[in-house]
């Protein structure tokens, strides 16, 4: 390895994926995740176990990244790590080991948004999208419109105002008796319902945010009313119903992401985020940006949920700009991009 190399390791541990990963000069080399199964029977992530979990997991995952990327610890330029936003326990783990790291191996420290990772995603591999470019973030904690100017310029045009779409769909999906996680579920089951089966409103927000908590209420009574004619209804109709609440997030989606694209002019879309790994909205978006001549990118499956791997990427453009952290760093749970 040439001493002019750019080797950085990489640690997220936002929320219950622990993962490490390595990067060489611009390119990630591996991307490890742990997956913890242990909130699944809670319906939903337990801030307590989570951060458990990365403790007991965070040192494997770390040790398999250096052994699969061929390259030993003592030839990383950097260590870097998500602050936040994020459960706090979860990110404690990470900046800890971090901090640890660097200050053993004296190396320097490179703390990541765990926001601008996610948009950051799109330049692990080709095709990459040109600057300026748009951005939907589309996560279980997060739903921004963002135009991405540089690596490191980013501005948010647009956010939910209550619930994100990832929330929306693990909600809605726990009201329909599915398990945790439910927004995978609601998209498998979608593809073989009808999508204009049942109306659910669409939220009108000003401007280019967003509201999903309505739609979650709109289910629960129409739920309750039907459940009330007949015990079976859910039983009967889960495909459809999927299939319309679906419909109805995807709608809201993309009806400010056209009008983002309208207002600023860009036709380079991206999208971002674990909810950009859906079936449904990934067919719908490209099929709408088939027809309005929009150039497309969509990360690939690994990269759309929480990864180090992303991590990795904003942590080199950050290394190769001298943005670097002090050993005083703490993390966040809020952070905006």
């Known amino acids: 390895m040439d001493t002019n190399d750019i080797s950085i390791l990489a640690i997220e541990s936002s ?7 390595i990067i060489l000069n611009g390119k990630v080399l591996n991307n490890i995740v742990a997956t913890q199964s242990v909130h699944e ?4 992530v337990v801030p307590e176990l989570a951060s458990r979990a990365h403790q007991e997991n965070i040192i494997p995952v770390v040790e398999e990244a250096l052994k699969t990327s061929g390259l030993d610890k003592s030839q990383l330029s950097a260590v870097a790590f998500t602050r936040g936003p994020g ?3 979860a990110l404690l783990v990470g ?12 190396i320097p420290l490179i703390e990541v948004n765990h926001m601008q990772a996610h948009v ?3 330049f ?7 600057f300026p470019f748009l951005c939907l973030t589309v996560s279980g904690g997060h739903t921004q419109l963002v135009l991405v100017k540089s690596p490191l310029e980013m501005q948010v045009i647009g956010e939910t105002r209550d619930d994100a779409v990832g929330e929306a769909f693990d909600k809605t999906a726990k009201l329909l008796g599915l398990p945790y996680p439910g927004g995978p579920l609601i998209d498998r089951y979608a593809k073989e319902g009808n999508p204009r089966a049942f109306d659910f409103p669409i939220t009108r927000m000003p401007d280019l945010d967003y509201s999903f908590s309505g739609i979650k209420t709109a289910v629960l009574y129409f739920l309750r009313d039907q459940l009330k004619a007949n015990p079976k209804f859910i039983e009967e109709n889960l495909a459809d119903l999927c299939a319309s609440i679906q419909y109805s997030l995807i709608e809201m989606l993309l009806i400010k992401l056209k009008a983002a694209v309208k207002q600023y002019g860009v036709k380079e879309i991206a999208i971002a985020g674990g909810v950009s790994a859906n079936s449904g909205l990934r067919k719908t978006l490209t099929e709408l940006a088939n027809r309005k001549g929009w150039n497309l990118y969509i990360p690939k499956f690994e990269y759309c949920t929480d990864n180090a791997g992303m991590i990795a990427m904003a942590a080199h453009y950050k290394y190769v700009a001298g943005e670097f952290s002090s050993m005083d760093v703490t993390p966040l749970a809020k952070m905006k991009i």
């Open 15 to 21: 929320c219950d994926e622990t993962s490490a990963s």
């Open 41 to 44: 029977k809670y319906g939903g």
């Open 95 to 106: 900046v800890s080991f971090a901090k640890a790291f660097a200050y053993a191996r004296k």
């Open 120 to 122: 950051l995603a799109h």
């Open 124 to 130: 692990i591999e080709d095709p990459k999208p040109s």
């Open 87 to 89: 459960l706090m326990g």
